[in-house]
């Protein structure tokens, strides 16, 4: 049942994908394949919903041997738990809306079905990657699904800034691979396997705990912030998150499925998935590149004038904050913030999109000629950047502004989506889940009296309302205030309704209510961490497994004082009490705080960008040198530039003059010697020994041969007279014998 | 008669027909040279098939085998069916080369 089930699963995309190839194949394309495509990914979804309500959890693993070398077989197989479904449904609802959105969105495209075809494969991808229960699979999963965004991001790869950003994207992330797979090879070289539960002992997770106290913990720390560099580069943290903002080159949908739902998800994933062997070392370093990265990207949004790009920090921002909870062992509180974040910010890129959408129309009909005009222009090689001039007219926030009269469902859901990831209370559900990660942290902090979680949750504090302020920011430029740009006002309308179906959905999907219809509380169990414990001077115990926010109790709503109720009735015990104790404070001052950041930054974000009170450019200009950093975004694409893909290009340099002097020498040299003394030898030896031999042989030969011919008279009666001679001297042989 | 009378007689034919290849110009003198020996060969055959082998004795009545007659008639068909090849060879060397003299024909000679 339950493979059949991951079987449908994940072979719907792929066979979708499969029948695109094949047409492909005869040159041809399949007539429907944007509805094939969707109704392969619906099928999924169904499917995934069947599973989250039949098998969770399912302890069971499904396993087959694929590869054996030697004593070692690697194995391949389906492992499911509450992650899994969780992301499964994830993966496949937004991947559904996105496919349904883009119906609409990329109708008339030249390679309409293509971008279909790549969906499915994506979405086959990134659910392989989901269900896996090895590192191998995962890994698979993972190359897989940096190669559907490449593709993805540069679909419209006419444009050298979509060519270069797909590019970036690729090499960027591999980055981060090598060191995921440097990662497995030391768990592999510790453990044998690489499977994360095989049902009997030998899984990591299991062997993992048998490390203890056995003075490996640098050892594994070091192979768990290895592992975590792939989800550096794939989840786009500080430092290379550089190629996510350039990759909303690609189209509007692909940001909202790859950039915002799933495969940056697939970093957060990961880390998630490898939450038991991550020891306080490797936690800390996540926990501070994730604080690091909100607050980092938070910042850069707020002078981004592409509506995409403050999408693009804003997912940075958010993503951050998942690791940060994850670093802070706040893995439920990670997990649910990735689920709420997945469904909002699809609907911001999607908002995003329609918008774009409705001006790109206008924007083909009347400026075809300038825009091929400006692509010439984009002859630039280097990393791409963004600069004021070179935003899309479409895409730029300052054409916009009014819009909420022309599209109001768009605005509506965008409304939503911006409240929920601002954070405003109790109704939408990404307050539940930032004040999950924010208490979780502020808890940790005070259950350990750790001065490092402290500062983080004072970075994941500012980045909230840094969050506020920008996505305000973008809400008031795009829909509030008087038309900016009349010409491009005029033009704009609603989207069709195919894209605005997929807006509603996932509009209704932040709100927490609805969730309450497929999710349970008791879903997301989290796992034991073997090697963490709090430090000696913490005056509770080290009770892990219930320090945590529940899950299905932010989710739903419910009261604290109910779940402390709840908790409190199972556990008993004086620390655990203290511990719960703490942890409740904490999640009281959490809210309170995070209530206050969001409103203050809602506040700052009005009155700067919709009554005008005060003026943002004149704050710009008095903090010019903050300005700069924020506006060129820290200077990293300009490091990277200046810096690795010079030294890059120097060593290459380097290289090429190494092999025309010293290698071609060696090479030259060797021939020179070889042609003066071999040749000369070897050309004597044949010209004199070889040559006189075959000539001495024909020689002979045609000296004996003039000679014998003469016995050939050609006169039958001399032969016979030989003959006749032969037989008689023959008999007379004989006869003397 | 006895055997050795036969023998003579082939031995004189083989020996004129040996001598009549040998010296002759003529193709077909030479052929009908080769006809003598084959003729003596005939002979040889009819002549040992009737005093060295021995007869049978067959459901009480003495049976001369006759194994060397048959041979002889076989070769008698040989030489029939030789002299038609031999003399449409001749006709062929006679066209190419205007003579039927076998010292003539010696484009193979080296």
């Known amino acids: 049942m339950v493979v059949t089930l991951i079987g449908i699963i994940l072979l719907c995309p792929l066979a979708a994908f499969a029948i695109f190839a094949l047409f492909g194949l005869a040159k041809r394309s399949f007539p429907r394949q944007d509805l094939l495509s969707t109704a392969a990914m619906l099928v999924a979804l169904v499917c995934s919903f069947i599973l989250l309500r039949e098998v969770v959890p399912d302890p069971e693993p499904h396993t087959?041997?694929?590869?054996?070398?030697?004593?070692?077989?690697?194995?391949?197989?389906?492992?499911?738990?509450?992650?899994?479904?969780?992301?499964?449904?994830?993966?496949?609802?937004?991947?559904?809306?996105?496919?349904?959105?883009?119906?609409?969105?990329?109708?008339?495209?030249?390679?309409?079905?293509?971008?279909?075809?790549?969906?499915?494969?994506?979405?086959?991808?990134?659910?392989?990657?989901?269900?896996?229960?090895?590192?191998?699979?995962?890994?698979?999963?993972?190359?897989?699904?940096?190669?559907?965004?490449?593709?993805?991001?540069?679909?419209?790869?006419?444009?050298?800034?979509?060519?270069?950003?797909?590019?970036?994207?690729?090499?960027?992330?591999?980055?981060?691979?090598?060191?995921?797979?440097?990662?497995?090879?030391?768990?592999?070289?510790?453990?044998?396997?690489?499977?994360?539960?095989?049902?009997?002992?030998?899984?990591?997770?299991?062997?993992?705990?048998?490390?203890?106290?056995?003075?490996?913990?640098?050892?594994?720390?070091?192979?768990?912030?290895?592992?975590?560099?792939?989800?550096?580069?794939?989840?786009?943290?500080?430092?290379?998150?550089?190629?996510?903002?350039?990759?909303?080159?690609?189209?509007?949908?692909?940001?909202?499925?790859?950039?915002?739902?799933?495969?940056?998800?697939?970093?957060?994933?990961?880390?998630?998935?490898?939450?038991?062997?991550?020891?306080?070392?490797?936690?800390?370093?996540?926990?501070?590149?994730?604080?690091?990265?909100?607050?980092?990207?938070?910042?850069?949004?707020?002078?981004?004038?592409?509506?995409?790009?403050?999408?693009?920090?804003?997912?940075?921002?958010?993503?951050?904050?998942?690791?940060?909870?994850?670093?802070?062992?706040?893995?439920?509180?990670?997990?649910?913030?990735?689920?709420?974040?997945a469904f909002f910010k699809a609907l911001l890129f999607l908002g995003s999109g329609s918008v774009i959408h409705a001006f790109h129309a206008m924007h083909a009909h009347h400026n075809d000629e300038h825009t091929n005009g400006e692509e010439h222009e984009h002859d630039d090689h280097s990393l791409v950047h963004e600069h004021g001039s070179e935003i899309p007219p479409d895409?730029?926030?300052?054409?916009?502004?009014?819009?909420?009269?022309?599209?109001?469902?768009?605005?509506?859901?965008?409304?939503?989506?911006?409240?929920?990831?601002?954070?405003?209370?109790?109704?939408?559900?990404?307050?539940?889940?930032?004040?999950?990660?924010?208490?979780?942290?502020?808890?940790?902090?005070?259950?350990?009296?750790?001065?490092?979680?402290?500062?983080?949750?004072?970075?994941?504090?500012?980045?909230?309302?840094?969050?506020?302020?920008?996505?305000?920011?973008?809400?008031?430029?795009?829909?509030?205030?008087?038309?900016?740009?009349?010409?491009?006002?005029?033009?704009?309308?609603?989207?069709?309704?195919?894209?605005?179906?997929?807006?509603?959905?996932?509009?209704?999907?932040?709100?927490?209510?609805?969730?309450?219809?497929?999710?349970?509380?008791?879903?997301?169990i989290r796992p034991d961490q073997p090697h963490v414990h709090a430090p000696q001077h913490a005056y509770v115990s080290p009770d892990t497994k219930t320090g945590d926010v529940d899950f299905g109790i932010v989710f739903f709503g419910i009261s604290e004082a109910e779940a402390a109720e709840d908790e409190g009735g199972q556990d008993i015990g004086h620390a655990d009490d203290a511990h719960h104790a703490a942890h409740e404070l904490a999640h009281n001052i959490a809210m309170v705080l995070s209530i206050i950041v969001a409103g203050l930054g809602i506040l700052l974000s009005w009155l700067f960008y919709h009554r005008r009170r005060f003026s943002a450019e004149s704050v710009a200009t008095k903090f010019s040198p903050v300005y700069n950093l924020f506006w060129n975004k820290y200077y990293f694409d300009e490091f990277y530039d200046g810096v690795l893909v010079a030294l890059t290009v120097w060593k290459s340099r380097l290289f090429a003059k190494f092999d025309l002097s010293v290698v071609d020498g060696i090479v030259n040299g060797v021939a020179t010697i070889v042609r003066q003394i071999f040749a000369a030898f070897i050309g004597f030896f044949d010209n004199r020994v070889v040559d006189g031999i075959v000539n001495r042989v024909a020689e002979v030969t045609w000296a004996a041969g003039g000679r014998i011919r003469r016995i050939q008279t050609g006169a039958i009666q001399t032969y016979l007279f030989v003959v006749l001679g032969g037989i008689v001297l023959i008999i007379l042989i004989f006869r003397a014998l | 008669m006895s055997l050795q009378h036969y023998l003579v007689i082939s031995a004189i034919l083989f020996s004129l027909g040996i001598f009549a290849v040998l010296t002759r110009k003529n193709a077909i003198s030479i052929l009908m040279g080769i006809e003598l020996i084959l003729n003596s060969c005939n002979l040889n055959f009819v002549a040992f098939s009737r005093f060295v082998t021995p007869s049978e004795n067959i459901v009480g009545s003495e049976v001369f085998r006759l194994d060397g007659q048959i041979i002889a008639i076989f070769g008698i068909v040989l030489a029939a069916a030789e002299a038609a090849v031999f003399l449409a060879i001749i006709l062929a060397i006679y066209r190419e080369f205007g003579s039927i003299r076998p010292d003539k024909v010696d484009t193979l000679k080296g």
């Open chain 1, 395 to 524: 895409q730029d926030m300052r054409n916009m502004g009014g819009l909420r009269r022309k599209m109001p469902l768009t605005f509506i859901t965008m409304l939503i989506a911006t409240l929920s990831i601002s954070g405003v209370p109790f109704i939408f559900s990404g307050f539940w889940s930032k004040d999950a990660i924010l208490g979780g942290v502020l808890g940790r902090a005070m259950e350990w009296n750790s001065v490092h979680h402290y500062l983080l949750f004072g970075m994941a504090l500012c980045a909230a309302g840094i969050t506020a302020f920008y996505m305000f920011r973008l809400i008031f430029m795009t829909f509030f205030g008087e038309p900016r740009n009349q010409e491009m006002h005029d033009m704009a309308h609603e989207s069709l309704w195919v894209m605005v179906v997929p807006l509603l959905v996932l509009a209704i999907l932040s709100l927490p209510v609805v969730n309450k219809l497929w999710f349970n509380k008791d879903y997301i």
């Open chain 1, 64 to 341: 087959v041997d694929w590869i054996s070398i030697g004593k070692i077989t690697f194995s391949m197989g389906f492992y499911l738990d509450s992650v899994t479904v969780i992301m499964l449904i994830v993966v496949t609802l937004v991947s559904s809306l996105v496919h349904i959105f883009s119906i609409g969105y990329m109708h008339g495209d030249p390679r309409y079905p293509r971008f279909f075809a790549y969906l499915s494969l994506f979405s086959f991808s990134m659910l392989f990657l989901v269900v896996s229960d090895n590192l191998l699979g995962i890994y698979i999963g993972w190359e897989l699904v940096g190669l559907c965004s490449y593709l993805l991001i540069g679909f419209w790869f006419e444009k050298d800034s979509a060519a270069n950003a797909c590019k970036k994207a690729f090499l960027t992330t591999r980055v981060g691979d090598i060191g995921m797979f440097i990662g497995m090879m030391m768990l592999f070289a510790k453990f044998k396997t690489l499977s994360l539960y095989d049902g009997s002992e030998n899984g990591i997770f299991t062997l993992v705990e048998g490390l203890s106290g056995t003075g490996d913990m640098i050892w594994l720390s070091i192979a768990g912030v290895l592992i975590f560099c792939g989800a550096v580069g794939k989840s786009a943290q500080v430092p290379l998150h550089t190629w996510l903002p350039d990759a909303m080159e690609g189209p509007t949908p692909v940001s909202a499925l790859i950039h915002a739902a799933t495969m940056v998800a697939a970093g957060v994933y990961l880390t998630a998935r490898m939450f038991p062997i991550l020891t306080p070392g490797s936690s800390l370093v996540i926990a501070y590149v994730g604080g690091i990265t909100a607050l980092v990207a938070a910042t850069i949004a707020i002078v981004r004038f592409d509506i995409k790009r403050v999408l693009a920090y804003s997912t940075v921002s958010q993503l951050g904050y998942m690791m940060l909870a994850i670093g802070a062992g706040s893995y439920v509180a990670g997990l649910f913030h990735l689920t709420t974040h």
